[in-house]
T-cell receptor, first 114, second 111 residues
Framework: NAGVTQTPKFQVLKTGQSMTLQCAQD?????MSWYRQDPGMGLRLIHY???????DQGEVPNGYNVSRSTTEDFPLRLLSAAPSQTSVYFC?????????????FGEGSWLTVV | GQQLNQSPQSMFIQEGEDVSMNCTSS?????WLWYKQDPGEGPVLLIA?????ELTSNGRLTAQFGITRKDSFLNISASIPSDVGIYFC???????????FGKGTMLLVSP
């Protein structure tokens, strides 16, 4: 997990609140992504970015926004939190999106929406 | 979207036993990746496979890229308690650039 830093580690939100999960990597990776992990569902892609200024939707993008103003940072924003967004969130990065590139994960952010 | 079927969902074994798990897809994959997730941590890459038929080892772990390109296998020999965790298969399906993950195999090892 070295090189990908997520904050906060734990967060409790009330329904309707907004917040931003921060992600930073110091490996000069072009590709960054956000996943959510729910019991029995594995890891599902929310949004991804292939470089600064470029973002795209993954499998489950609704309720989340992202931006990529720098190579290092890829924040995930919850605009109006819902209980269905209670999950563990992982940020990941890799040198590029090519199939031969190792993806490195952060340590996760545990989010509870009440 | 693309789906990976991973089995078994969970395993509870005795220390020293060998373990096998697999991952199948209805689509062709160009790369197969196997990750392990320790409790409270993010997934960490164990083995990456890049061509059909490839067999790769990492210590007690061995993984194979199926010749049909629609499946992959992970074997752990002589399991130890620190092997406990969730094992995920993943890969970019042919024609796609993002990763698809299986739902994971939870491994519990009894001392």
């Amino acid at each position: 997990n070295a090189g990908v830093t997520q904050t906060p580690k734990f967060q409790v939100l009330k329904t309707g609140q907004s917040m931003t999960l921060q992600c930073a990597q110091d490996m000069n990776h072009e590709y960054m992504s956000w996943y959510r992990q729910d019991p029995g569902m594995g890891l599902r892609l929310i949004h991804y970015s292939v470089g600064a200024g470029i973002t795209d939707q993954g499998e489950v993008p609704n309720g989340y926004n992202v931006s990529r103003s720098t190579t290092e940072d890829f924040p995930l924003r919850l605009l109006s939190a819902a209980p269905s967004q209670t999950s563990v969130y992982f940020c990941a990065s890799s040198y590029s999106m090519g199939s031969g590139n190792t993806i490195y994960f952060g340590e996760g952010s545990w989010l509870t929406v009440v | 979207g693309q789906q990976l079927n991973q089995s078994p969902q969970s395993m509870f074994i005795q220390e020293g036993e060998d373990v096998s798990m697999n991952c199948t897809s209805s689509s062709i994959f160009n790369t197969w990746l196997w990750y392990k997730q320790d409790p409270g941590e993010g997934p960490v890459l164990l083995i990456a496979l890049y061509k059909a038929g490839e067999l790769t080892s990492n210590g007690r772990l061995t993984a194979q890229f199926g010749i049909t390109r629609k499946d992959s296998f992970l074997n752990i020999s002589a399991s130890i308690p620190s092997d406990v965790g969730i094992y995920f298969c993943a890969g970019p399906p042919s024609g796609y650039s993002t990763l698809t993950f299986g739902k994971g195999t939870m491994l519990l090892v009894s001392p």
